[in-house]
């Protein structure tokens, strides 16, 4: 399978290249090809500003991504063989379903995106794949996500199906409609099911380089983003089984099951896993 690259042809009508774009920021820090000018000049802001702080961004991403690839293989491995990736991004190496078919050849996997951009990507890439697609949905609609008929009929909700939210909530500025999304997220949850989360959390940056990196974050597609706890992240797997070791740096998330996947000390993102318990 080839990546889908993005050129002045590709691009559909009514695509706002002038501004920075989340996914696109964070598809350059992977280094990844399929962004623009602007988002490589917001990237390298961030970039500037984790210095700042004495660690890499890049490599912050990185880890997360590392993340994705043990949670998925993990989850595969004991038997959950359907994903929902919410707020998916642009594709990249190791996606989801590449990860989770390696490990389960039946698993199947819905990308779910409201960036034209990355649909646009994601739909070019699973052209031949019949166990994975990419829908168009809002995370600020969970409900209507999880209602969405492609996606009912593609996984099945009477089985386990495990719930991705990674890297998305802390462009959710609003706790109380991140708390509503969660609380739907693990209501849609069938007996076995998981929800998986990594999120932006600060470790060592000063209020200075937070500031910096809001501003950022500000002039982008996404309009904020904002840090939480480990405590405040609990909160969201009200009801559900944490998987060990809780919620931690994506670094210490069983790092033993791959390579050491980075630095824990200069991390900034929390993950966790949760089950809903068998009934």
Same mark, same amino acid.
């Given at each position: 399978?080839?990546? %889908?690259?993005v050129?002045?042809?590709?691009?559909?009508p009514?695509?706002?290249?002038?501004t920075?774009?989340?996914?696109?920021i %964070?598809? %350059?820090?992977?280094?990844?090809k399929?962004?623009?000018?602007?988002?490589?000049?917001? *990237?390298?802001?961030?970039?500037?500003l984790?210095r700042?702080?004495g660690?890499?961004?890049?490599?912050?991403?990185? *880890?997360?991504?590392?993340?994705l690839?043990?949670?998925?293989?993990?989850?595969?491995?004991?038997?959950?063989?359907?994903?929902l990736?919410?707020?998916?991004?642009?594709?990249?190496?190791? =996606?989801?379903?590449?990860?989770?078919?390696?490990?389960?050849?039946s698993a199947?996997?819905?990308?779910?995106?409201n960036?034209?951009v990355?649909?646009?990507?994601?739909?070019?890439?699973?052209?031949?794949?019949k166990?994975?697609?990419?829908?168009?949905?809002?995370?600020r609609?969970?409900?209507?996500?999880?209602?969405?008929?492609?996606?009912?009929?593609?996984?099945?909700?009477?089985q386990?199906?495990?719930?991705?939210?990674?890297?998305?909530?802390?462009?959710?500025?609003d706790?109380?409609?991140?708390?509503?999304?969660?609380?739907t997220?693990?209501?849609?949850?069938?007996?076995?099911?998981?929800?998986?989360?990594?999120?932006? %959390?600060v470790?060592?940056?000063?209020? =200075?380089?937070?500031?910096?990196?809001?501003?950022?974050?500000?002039?982008?597609?996404?309009?904020d983003?904002? =840090?939480?706890? *480990?405590e405040?992240?609990?909160?969201?797997?009200?009801?559900?089984?944490l998987?060990?070791?809780?919620?931690?740096?994506?670094?210490?998330w069983?790092?033993w099951?791959?390579?050491w996947?980075?630095?824990?000390?200069?991390?900034s993102?929390?993950?966790?896993?949760g089950?809903?318990?068998?009934?």
């Open positions: 399978m080839t990546k %889908y690259a050129t002045n042809k590709a691009i559909p009514g695509i706002d290249t002038t920075p774009n989340s996914a696109r %964070y598809d %350059y820090l992977l280094g990844g399929d962004n623009f000018a602007p988002d490589r000049a917001a *990237a390298e802001q961030l970039v500037d984790s700042r702080t660690f890499d961004v890049r490599e912050s991403v990185r *880890a997360n991504r590392a993340y690839v043990r949670m998925v293989r993990t989850l595969a491995a004991a038997g959950v063989h359907q994903f990736d919410l707020g998916a991004g642009l594709p990249t190496q190791q =996606n989801v379903h590449q990860v989770a078919q390696a490990e389960a050849p199947r996997v819905v990308y779910v995106d960036d034209p990355v649909l646009n990507h994601a739909r070019a890439l699973l052209a031949d794949s166990r994975t697609i990419a829908v168009e949905g809002d995370l609609e969970p409900g209507k996500i999880l209602a969405d008929p492609a996606i009912r009929a593609h996984l099945d909700f009477e386990p199906v495990a719930i991705l939210v990674l890297s998305i909530l802390h462009f959710f500025s706790d109380e409609q991140v708390a509503e999304i969660m609380a997220l693990r209501e849609a949850l069938p007996p076995g099911g998981h929800l998986a989360i990594s999120h932006s %959390y470790q060592h940056s000063g209020p =200075n380089e937070m500031d910096g990196v809001r501003s950022v974050f500000r002039k982008t597609t996404a309009g983003i904002k =840090n939480r706890t *480990a405040e992240l609990a909160v969201y797997f009200d009801g559900l089984e998987l060990e070791p809780g919620v931690v740096s994506v670094e210490t069983r790092p099951i791959d390579q996947p980075g630095d824990p000390d200069h991390s993102y929390l993950a966790a896993v089950r809903k318990p068998l009934e």
